[in-house]
Nanobody, 124 residues
Framework: QVQLVESGGGSVQAGGSLRLSCVASGRTFTNYATGWFRQAPGKEREFVGG????????NFADSVKGRFTISRDNAKTTVYLQMNSLKPEDTAVYYC?????????????????WGQGTQVTVSS
């Protein structure tokens, strides 16, 4: 079973950048599509972006397109979420999730493995 651990969250001013990491352990990670989700207080968890299991395709929510990118380093069993031009509305707990093969699905119930989350706070 793969376990996921996120890191890289923190506090930043609007317009700043952060890079989140999702490190996998336990089994080979190369066959897993990975998605990033976020949940703000009082709101439902929402899809942010994801990367196909082979890294061949990424997809993003409209709210972050052009500002966020995703990459994966299978040698390091790590998926990165690069967040630029951050806005206060990006404030949330960010989670990475994995599903075996396939594309990066946008629905959270399609993922079977989740990390514990990392807090991102963007101040105006």
């Amino acid at each position: 079973q793969v376990q996921l651990v996120e890191s890289g969250g923190g506090s930043v001013q609007a317009g700043g950048s952060l890079r989140l990491s999702c490190v996998a352990s336990g089994r080979t990670f190369t066959n897993y599509a990975t998605g990033w989700f976020r949940q703000a207080p009082g709101k439902e968890r929402e899809f942010v972006g994801g990367i196909r299991w082979d890294g061949g395709r990424t997809n993003f929510a409209d709210s972050v397109k052009g500002r966020f990118t995703i990459s994966r380093d299978n040698a390091k069993t790590t998926v990165y979420l690069q967040m630029n031009s951050l806005k206060p509305e990006d404030t949330a707990v960010y989670y990475c999730a994995a599903r075996l093969f396939g594309t990066a699905a946008t629905r959270s119930n399609e993922y079977t493995i989740w990390g514990q989350g990392t807090q991102v706070t963007v101040s105006s």
